[in-house]
């Protein structure tokens, strides 16, 4: 009995470490997976995020009002994803966006041509600004809330760099400044490079104003 006595206090002590050590690390842990990098970039009208849940989805959706979403996963162009956190993948992006009556777009986000001609950009970068300057002028120029969120599978880099984009174009920021926000948000400080090849083809060669490989008008009153 002395024996069972004296063990108690340390259990006791193990499981109270248990429970403070580890309900921290477990709520991080469902944070994450939850809402996945979901971040901010200009309230109200562009968010970023990594592959959400079903859950994930609704939640962000409601609280941002979000009203398109657009997936840079070129090799996953509808994502089978799980209903809740720590779930299995059971049902698709699309469908879970059409029953939130949030529009689903699809484009292909890491895609570069093997041998571009000079001076060619990633098409993808045109169906984006096309996609972008579509809603800026149905809704944004006209005061209309219409919040679009972009991503990719972590959030991170094909996320970053039509964030980038969507600064330099529509926010007027420089390229440093768009570099410095890529490695904060966990690019990669040596990745964001001119040795990357998406970051010198994507950002370092982007060009505003261009449309199709043509230059066009600014749009008054269209920056968000």
Known sequence: M???RSTRPWLLGAVLAV??????GLYYRYTYEHSKRLRVVTDGKFYRCGQLSETGFRDA???YR???VINLQEDVRDPL???QTFGKPAVRESEVLARLEVESVSLDGGVLEDDPK???RPAVIDDFLELVDGIRDKYWTKGIPHAV???CQAGLHRTGLFTAIYRLEYENRTLPEVLEELKANGFGTYAATEA??????FLIDYRKGIRRGKPVQPVEGGGP
């Open 2 to 4: 002395e024996i069972v």
């Open 19 to 24: 429970i403070v050590l580890g309900l921290p």
């Open 61 to 63: 959706t409601k609280r």
């Open 66 to 68: 979000i009203k398109t």
């Open 81 to 83: 994803i799980p209903a």
């Open 118 to 120: 000079p001076g060619q």
């Open 149 to 151: 969120m972009i991503h």
């Open 196 to 201: 990357n090849d998406y970051i010198k083809r």
